[in-house]
């Protein structure tokens, strides 16, 4: 460090304490507990300062003086020079276009672009499943054929027709997975699909009739009716009896017997019928 900057932090540091000195002493003149809680505790220096500026306002500039001081020494330290020099170049720092070019983002696909996405996925998936139960019928009559054949002298026969069946029992739940699967996927796909009546039901095409359920959770007939509304492609409000109070208030209004109570337009209809919603629509 260079004689200079010491000195600046040296003589810095002295007025900085003569100045708390300055403070105390004033504080005891003024009342001896204003004195001790100057001395000993850390906020009270600043409340003292605040209520009794003509007296510390003299230690206080004293102190700030000495502050300036340290600042200075610091500001003309070549480490601390070097080191803003340093941060500066950091941040102008660019990065060359080629090779570290920023990708722009992708916009989300929309709701469309995910349904057809999970449909193709699904039908995918039929296709195969379809496909693997074919072999797996034929599997097993060959099976069916080779156990007929088999003599149980023959050690050779039975080890393979053994490996055969464990095989066939492998796949056998490799297909039962895939059922699994390709019912959760149906599942995803239903429910992008609901999604998606729910957005357009906020902007209902012009002419269309207003469509509003009133259900619950596990109304099995409430299911059946978000699945035709979805199916078909009609928007529509659901509210929930149970977890909605003010849905709950609407529905008793209505004379709500029981979920489903669906309006169409002006007119109304309770639990689920597909013929007559293809009527009221």
Same mark, same amino acid.
């Given at each position: 460090?260079e004689?200079r900057t ?11 304490s003569?100045?708390?000195i300055m403070t105390i002493v ?7 507990? /204003?004195g001790f809680?100057?001395?000993?505790l850390?906020?009270?220096?600043l #409340?003292?300062?605040i209520l009794? /500026? @003509?007296?510390? =306002?003299k ?6 003086g000495?502050v300036a001081l340290i600042?200075?020494g610091?500001a003309t330290?070549p480490?601390?020079?070097m @080191?803003a020099? =340093?941060?500066?170049d950091?941040k102008s720092?660019q990065?060359?276009?080629a ?9 989300a ?5 995910q349904i057809?996405?999970?449909r193709?996925k699904?039908?995918?998936?039929? *296709?195969k499943? *379809?496909h693997d139960g ?6 097993f ?10 003599k149980?002298?023959d050690a050779?026969a039975?080890?393979?027709f ?6 066939y029992?492998?796949?056998n739940?490799a297909?039962q997975t895939?059922?699994n699967e #390709?019912?959760a996927?149906?599942?995803?796909l ?14 209902? @095409?012009p002419? *269309?009739?207003?469509v ?8 099995p007939?409430?299911k059946? *009716? =978000?699945?035709?509304f979805t199916? =078909?492609g009609?928007?529509y409000e ?9 849905a709950? @208030?609407?529905f008793?209004k209505?004379g709500?017997r029981?979920v489903?109570? #669906?309006?169409?337009?002006t007119?109304r209809?309770?639990g689920?019928?597909?013929q ?6």
């Amino acid at each position: 460090m260079e004689t200079r900057t010491l000195a600046f932090i040296v003589l810095g540091g002295l007025a900085a304490s003569v100045g708390g000195i300055m403070t105390i002493v004033a504080a005891f003149r003024t009342s001896l507990p /204003w004195g001790f809680a100057v001395l000993l505790l850390p906020l009270a220096n600043l #409340i003292f300062t605040i209520l009794h /500026w @003509a007296e510390a =306002k003299k230690g206080l500039f004293v102190s700030l003086g000495g502050v300036a001081l340290i600042a200075i020494g610091l500001a003309t330290s070549p480490g601390i020079r070097m @080191a803003a020099s =340093k941060l500066h170049d950091l941040k102008s720092f660019q990065l060359p276009a080629a090779g570290f070019a920023l990708q722009p983002s992708q916009p989300a696909p929309s709701l469309d672009e995910q349904i057809q996405k999970q449909r193709g996925k699904v039908e995918l998936l039929d *296709a195969k499943f *379809a496909h693997d139960g074919q072999l797996l019928v034929q599997e097993f009559n060959a099976l069916t054929e080779q156990r007929r054949l088999l003599k149980s002298s023959d050690a050779t026969a039975v080890a393979a027709f053994n490996q055969a069946v464990a095989e066939y029992q492998t796949h056998n739940t490799a297909r039962q997975t895939a059922k699994n699967e #390709i019912g959760a996927l149906r599942l995803e796909l239903e429910t992008l699909q609901d999604q998606r009546s729910r957005q357009r039901a906020t902007a209902p @095409a012009p002419g *269309a009739k207003k469509v509003v359920m009133y259900s619950t959770a596990n109304c099995p007939a409430c299911k059946m *009716a =978000k699945s035709y509304f979805t199916k =078909k492609g009609v928007p529509y409000e659901e509210h929930d009896v149970n977890t909605e109070p003010a849905a709950r @208030a609407e529905f008793q209004k209505l004379g709500g017997r029981g979920v489903p109570l #669906i309006l169409i337009g002006t007119e109304r209809m309770e639990g689920f019928n597909a013929q007559r919603l293809d009527q009221l629509l």
